[in-house]
């Protein structure tokens, strides 16, 4: 009979502070994946960005937050049809996104930049847990990223 008084007592706080309109803030869990995916023939530089407090644009495409660590090569890049992944801690992914990646034809000595611009916030645009993959590909020659969520 302990037992349930005991749950009892432990609830009760929680529910008098959802009953009062507090807001219980939980600490997120569980690793996102982050896939970097090149549908192309040519080099990409796929300016990732994450931040585990920003929750704009202005707050997470700063130098700072800027993703490189996806290679060891010196130019931070994908090569022709590769794909990367990342495992990031929930806690240090609020945001995610891609700004105005670059696509490299060496060939041609081509530079394409994408006007392309994508930010995912944590709990609207993904869960902790979740896979999000962005996909570098031509369309019309017109080079584009698009977000898929899993």
Do not use: K, W
């Amino acid at each position: 009979m302990l037992m349930p008084a005991r749950i009892v007592v432990v609830a009760a706080p929680l529910a008098a502070l959802l009953l009062a309109g507090c807001i219980v803030e939980t600490v997120p869990t569980g690793p996102i994946t982050v896939t970097l995916v090149n549908e192309t023939a040519l080099d990409v530089r796929p300016d990732l960005y994450t931040s585990g407090s920003a929750t704009d644009a202005a707050g997470l495409f700063v130098g700072a937050n800027l993703r490189t660590d996806f290679t060891d090569r010196d130019f931070p890049e994908l090569r022709g049809s590769e794909s990367v992944t990342l495992t990031l801690d929930c806690v240090d992914a609020s945001s995610i996104g891609v700004h105005t990646p670059v696509l490299f034809d060496a060939v041609q000595l081509n530079v394409t930049t994408s006007e392309d611009i994508e930010i995912l916030l944590r709990d609207a645009d993904f869960q902790c847990e979740t896979t999000v993959r962005f996909v570098y590909y031509t369309q019309d020659d017109v080079f584009h990223v698009r977000v898929e969520t899993q």
